[in-house]
């Protein structure tokens, strides 16, 4: 059952590897640390970024919290309260969930589908920077006290020139377009590793359900980002150059915003969402010891729930006075996405039905799911229905419904997912004690503090909204919220105790430290910079479990780093392929495309002049190398034929 | 307690949304009672008889998708069936209110044929019991959304869409709504206080906004009539029957009858009247009303001219 791939000539093989990781090895030295391409690097890159700008957001949210302990409160003032919650949400959905759940998948995607490199690896690395300068831009602006204030949705025209003074609103979309840049150039990375990088033999429905999440994801962004990039980028030009797309003075409309901002909003939710669907199967699979049941279904699910996305973006504008026809489409579709996500509620019971619990905390995270989404997701059919959704429409009943949709269905798979692929990202096992206590703080102090928030709405209490007057019987339990966010602190604190400590003390990993099936578990934790030697073929799912004895590909050059391309569907050998070289020019390029983008907030101009450095980046990151030209895969041989 | 309530009714619309309140609470309670009784069987049933056939699998998900289904398709239903009993008030017979949403409060005009019994007002709604009325929404700037839980839903006030939405008050009372779409600085104090009454109460209401403005008999009063003309007031604000015309602020004439000022942020009394004309930035940062910069007197002479008798 040895996950570690024994070499048969031990000698042979080792010469191989070692010439292999100097082949593969980042460049030394700080200008390598700039230049790094391996995607377990990057990964780790934005995993980390992400988690500080979640430690960031949820430190606004417990300041908003204090403010909202008792009514009337002066603790933060109406203007800074208002880049509080605007900060808080554009910082959790921006920087935080969607580069996370990318990290994970640039860091996890290519070892599960038995890869050696990343597609795209420099474009990966500047999508990195682009999100790390993006991030930065808007928390320095925050600190200059030029923070958006208009809301993460940022509604027109309270944002548009006539009422959005200074620069707050061009802060906040212009660092729209900095993490939508990064998230088109990851997910198009994303796409083509996992339909052109695959291991051979890996067709698509042997692939892991986690490798299609992250696939279904990244296409939900190729098609629902550039929406908010086009409306954040119109609204820019309404307050720069006085363009008047959102003014309906002159023709505009400020509901088109509404229209372009939640066809990319409610996908968004989405694409938050399903890699920790894909999380989920994972963990239900290794720890309950056997194929997850239902892999079709599952697959069919996170396809349909990707399509069904785009359908219900009208759900979240009900008040705004649409046609009741209309209306009773979108709560239709709405509703009728519940059917995917309860088909793999459903199929994951039935796993836990067939399997074999081990109770380790990401199974206790993967179990808290069912809970806390559960309540989100039944919350989300009540909002789905138009009647309803006019009462608890932007109360603090909607604030509850997406924590726990987004804290119960993203961030405890996540935080389970996290635990759980430590010893692959790091080498170090995190120890469960602490692992337990912080989900045990996470469960309680979460439900404490976003329950009585459903009340809350249903007493009329509105959201985004700095002070509230006593004798509406909302005193109670928002001191009661209160209460649970300090919870929730302290348990994010203790994962990050149980991080250091790791890190610092914890045991080494072994390769496969959970007996997962999986392939990032067929190489050592954490892999090497060439991921796997030999690559591996693949003959069925979970194929660590089901083929302890892989054949192998022989061929590929030790001396050149080459990649093994396989075709879409049944990732049959196709041709070998030289992966790019670190390089500084996607840093570089990054840097000149983030001086253009700060600057036309100030000036149209930047867009002219800040374009030079940007194509003098480009043509640095392209300028012709010694790389060979695609290869026919006449070199690498499956050993089995040799045989 | 419950003025603000979604809960506590007291419109047609409004006990409508509540009952389908109760069916998708009990509908989805029984669902997440349903799953987590299953989830609890599947970990303990499998240590007992080795866990499920795959047909047996089969068939519990494939039973469990087709009850999922169904019971989304009866909650469409029902939601389908209370989306038209909000729609039936529609009728000929209506008082028809028209209200601007403004940062941050809310102008509201009686509308009447003739044009000299229309009553303006601001952050109250009298609404006689039982009468149907048509409430036509426009904004001044940003967008609102005028809400009063206790009559009905959220209907958005977005500028240059003219949106509308019918109420019918069954229960004499006073409410409370609130703007629910986040309008920048002070969207917080955007209140609007609702008054139900009966019908005759309404009419004597009605018939004194048509009033024109305070009276100015004692001298104190005569002088702040005298301020609020010739003085910043005016710029801003109307009192009917004065010089005093401006319309970018709540009309003044009846302040005083009123039972909050700022939109909600205060009760109305002399007290608060003189510390909001003192300086409105302090009560309600932000405000579009500056510290004017009167003197002690003047202010205690415009309190005595709009405060009324109270």
């Given at each position: 059952m040895s996950a570690d791939p024994q070499p048969a000539q031990p000698t042979a093989l080792d010469r191989e590897r070692t010439e292999l990781g100097a082949t593969w090895a980042e460049t030394p030295g700080w200008m390598g640390w700039l230049s790094a391409v391996d995607h377990k690097t990057i990964g780790r890159r934005f995993i980390l970024t992400a988690i500080a700008f979640f430690a960031l957001g949820g430190l606004l949210a417990v300041l908003m919290r204090l403010q909202l302990a008792r009514?009337?409160?002066?603790?933060?003032?109406?203007?800074?309260?208002?880049?509080?919650?605007?900060?808080?949400?554009?910082?959790?959905?921006?920087?935080?969930?969607?580069?996370?759940?990318?990290?994970?998948?640039?860091a996890m995607v290519p070892l599960m589908v038995g890869a050696r490199a990343i597609a795209f690896p420099r474009l990966v690395a500047f999508g990195y920077w682009m999100f790390l300068f993006g991030g930065l831009f808007l928390w320095i602006s925050f600190a200059l006290n030029i923070g958006p204030d208009n809301g993460w949705f940022s509604y027109v025209p309270l944002a548009g020139p006539a009422y959005g003074a200074g620069k707050r609103a061009d802060v906040w979309a212009q660092m729209i377009t900095f993490t939508e840049l990064s998230g088109l150039v990851v997910a198009t990375s994303i796409i083509v590793t996992i339909f052109k990088y695959r291991a051979p033999g890996m067709s698509l429905d042997r692939m892991p359900i986690f490798a299609w999440s992250e696939l279904v994801t990244a296409g939900m962004i190729l098609i629902a980002m550039p929406a908010v990039m086009v409306a954040s980028t119109a609204l820019i030009l309404d307050r720069l150059i006085a363009t008047h797309f959102f003014n309906q003075a002159e023709g505009g409309d400020p509901l088109l915003w509404q229209h372009l901002f939640w066809f990319f909003g409610h996908p968004e939710v989405y694409i938050i969402f399903l890699p920790a669907q894909g999380m989920m199967s994972t963990l239900i699979q290794t720890f309950t010891g056997r194929p997850i049941y239902g892999y079709i279904a599952l697959v069919l699910s996170l396809v349909s729930t990707g399509f069904i996305a785009f359908g219900l973006w009208v759900h979240h504008m009900?008040?705004?006075?649409?046609?009741?026809?209309?209306?009773?489409?979108?709560?239709?579709?709405?509703?009728?996405?519940?059917?995917?996500?309860?088909?793999?509620?459903?199929?994951?019971?039935?796993?836990?039905?067939?399997?074999?619990?081990?109770?380790?905390?990401?199974?206790?995270?993967?179990?808290?799911?069912?809970?806390?989404?559960?309540?989100?997701?039944?919350?989300?059919?009540?909002?789905?229905?138009?009647?309803?959704?006019?009462?608890?429409?932007?109360?603090?009943?909607?604030?509850?419904?997406?924590?726990?949709?987004?804290?119960?269905?993203?961030?405890?798979?996540?935080?389970?997912?996290?635990?759980?692929?430590?010893?692959?990202?790091?080498?170090?096992?995190?120890?469960?004690?602490?692992?337990?206590?912080?989900?045990?703080?996470?469960?309680?102090?979460?439900?404490?503090?976003?329950?009585?928030?459903?009340?809350?709405?249903?007493?009329?209490?509105?959201?985004?909204?700095?002070?509230?007057?006593?004798?509406?019987?909302?005193?109670?339990?928002?001191?009661?919220?209160?209460?649970?966010?300090?919870?929730?602190?302290?348990?994010?604190?203790?994962?990050?105790?149980?991080?250091?400590?790791?890190?610092?003390?914890?045991?080494?990993?072994?390769?496969?430290?959970?007996?997962?099936?999986?392939?990032?578990?067929?190489?050592?934790?954490?892999?090497?910079?060439?991921?796997?030697?030999?690559?591996?073929?693949?003959?069925?799912?979970?194929?660590?479990?089901?083929?302890?004895?892989?054949?192998?590909?022989?061929?590929?050059?030790?001396?050149?780093?080459?990649?093994?391309?396989?075709?879409?569907?049944?990732?049959?050998?196709?041709?070998?392929?030289?992966?790019?070289?670190?390089?500084?020019?996607?840093?570089?390029?990054?840097?000149?495309?983030?001086?253009?983008?700060?600057?036309?907030?100030?000036?149209?101009?930047?867009?002219?002049?800040?374009?030079?450095?940007?194509?003098?980046?480009?043509?640095?990151?392209?300028?012709?190398?010694?790389?060979?030209?695609?290869?026919?895969?006449?070199?690498?041989?499956?050993?089995?034929?040799?045989? | 307690m419950n003025m603000q309530s979604m809960l506590a009714p007291a419109g047609l619309q409004a006990a409508a949304i509540e009952r389908l309140w109760w069916i998708f609470l009990i509908v989805t309670s029984l669902v997440f009672v349903a799953v987590i009784v299953?989830?609890?069987?599947?970990?303990?049933?499998?240590?007992?008889?080795?866990?499920?056939?795959?047909?047996?699998?089969?068939?519990?998900?494939?039973?469990?998708?087709?009850?999922?289904?169904?019971?989304?398709?009866?909650?469409?239903?029902?939601?389908?069936?209370?989306?038209?009993?909000?729609?039936?008030?529609?009728?000929?017979?209506?008082?028809?209110?028209?209200?601007?949403?403004?940062?941050?409060?809310?102008?509201?005009?009686?509308?009447h044929p003739l044009p000299s019994m229309r009553v303006r007002t601001a952050n109250e709604l009298r609404l006689p019991v039982g009468r149907v009325v048509q409430i036509n929404l426009q904004s001044a700037d940003v967008i609102h959304s005028f809400w009063v839980p206790a009559l009905h839903g959220k209907r958005d006030v977005i500028p240059g869409h003219a949106n509308e939405i019918w109420l019918k008050a069954d229960t004499p009372g006073r409410y409370r709504g609130q703007c629910a779409e986040f309008c920048g600085l002070q969207h917080a104090h955007?209140?609007?206080?609702?008054?139900?009454?009966?019908?005759?109460?309404?009419?004597?209401?009605?018939?004194?906004?048509?009033?024109?403005?305070?009276?100015?008999?004692?001298?104190?009063?005569?002088?702040?009539?005298?301020?609020?003309?010739?003085?910043?007031?005016?710029?801003?604000?109307?009192?009917?029957?004065?010089?005093?015309?401006?319309?970018?602020?709540?009309?003044?004439?009846?302040?005083?009858?009123?039972?909050?000022?700022?939109?909600?942020?205060?009760?109305?009394?002399?007290?608060?009247?003189?510390?909001?004309?003192?300086?409105?930035?302090?009560?309600?940062?932000?405000?579009?009303?500056?510290?004017?910069?009167?003197?002690?007197?003047?202010?205690?002479?415009?309190v005595a001219y709009l405060g009324g008798t109270q």
């Open positions: 009514p009337e409160q002066r603790l933060v003032d109406a203007d800074l309260y208002n880049q509080l919650f605007t900060m808080h949400g554009s910082t959790m959905m921006f920087l935080f969930a969607v580069p996370v759940m990318e990290g994970l998948g640039i009900f008040a705004t006075g649409l046609p009741q026809v209309g209306e009773s489409f979108f709560t239709a579709a709405s509703m009728m996405i519940a059917i995917p996500s309860g088909l793999q509620i459903f199929c994951w019971i039935a796993s836990i039905w067939r399997g074999r619990i081990q109770w380790k905390t990401p199974m206790l995270y993967a179990l808290a799911y069912f809970f806390v989404f559960l309540v989100g997701g039944l919350t989300g059919v009540m909002l789905a229905a138009v009647s309803l959704d006019l009462q608890v429409h932007d109360t603090f009943f909607v604030v509850a419904h997406f924590h726990y949709v987004l804290i119960g269905g993203s961030i405890f798979p996540l935080f389970g997912a996290l635990h759980y692929w430590f010893p692959k990202l790091t080498g170090r096992m995190l120890s469960e004690r602490l692992g337990v206590i912080a989900f045990t703080l996470l469960f309680i102090g979460f439900n404490l503090t976003f329950f009585p928030m459903h009340q809350l709405g249903l007493l009329g209490m509105p959201r985004r909204v700095y002070t509230y007057p006593a004798g509406l019987g909302w005193e109670g339990l928002n001191l009661l919220a209160t209460a649970g966010g300090a919870l929730m602190a302290l348990a994010v604190i203790t994962y990050a105790i149980n991080v250091v400590w790791a890190l610092r003390r914890g045991t080494h990993a072994a390769a496969n430290p959970w007996n997962a099936g999986t392939l990032e578990w067929a190489t050592a934790s954490p892999p090497p910079a060439y991921n796997f030697h030999p690559v591996l073929v693949v003959r069925g799912r979970d194929s660590v479990w089901t083929d302890p004895d892989p054949i192998t590909v022989i061929g590929l050059s030790c001396a050149r780093r080459e990649v093994l391309i396989t075709r879409v569907v049944d990732a049959n050998l196709d041709h070998r392929f030289e992966s790019p070289t670190p390089s500084i020019w996607p840093f570089i390029t990054a840097i000149a495309t983030s001086i253009l983008f700060i600057g036309s907030i100030f000036t149209p101009w930047a867009v002219v002049w800040g374009s030079i450095p940007v194509a003098i980046g480009l043509i640095g990151w392209f300028w012709p190398g010694s790389k060979s030209a695609p290869q026919e895969p006449t070199g690498a041989v499956i050993r089995e034929r040799l045989a | 299953a989830l609890v069987a599947a970990i303990v049933r499998r240590n007992r008889d080795g866990g499920p056939s795959d047909r047996a699998a089969f068939r519990g998900v494939a039973a469990a998708v087709i009850a999922t289904a169904v019971t989304l398709i009866g909650l469409i239903t029902v939601d389908a069936f209370t989306a038209r009993k909000l729609a039936s008030l529609e009728t000929d017979d209506r008082m028809v209110v028209n209200i601007t949403g403004r940062q941050w409060w809310w102008d509201i005009e009686y509308q955007m209140a609007l206080t609702v008054i139900v009454e009966p019908q005759d109460k309404f009419a004597e209401w009605i018939a004194a906004q048509r009033q024109l403005g305070p009276s100015d008999a004692s001298e104190q009063a005569a002088r702040g009539r005298q301020i609020v003309e010739r003085g910043p007031c005016s710029t801003c604000h109307t009192v009917r029957g004065t010089d005093a015309g401006g319309r970018v602020g709540p009309d003044l004439t009846h302040v005083s009858a009123r039972q909050t000022i700022a939109a909600g942020t205060l009760p109305t009394s002399r007290e608060n009247l003189r510390k909001w004309i003192d300086n409105p930035q302090h009560v309600k940062p932000g405000v579009r009303m500056p510290a004017l910069g009167l003197s002690r007197d003047d202010i205690d002479a415009v």
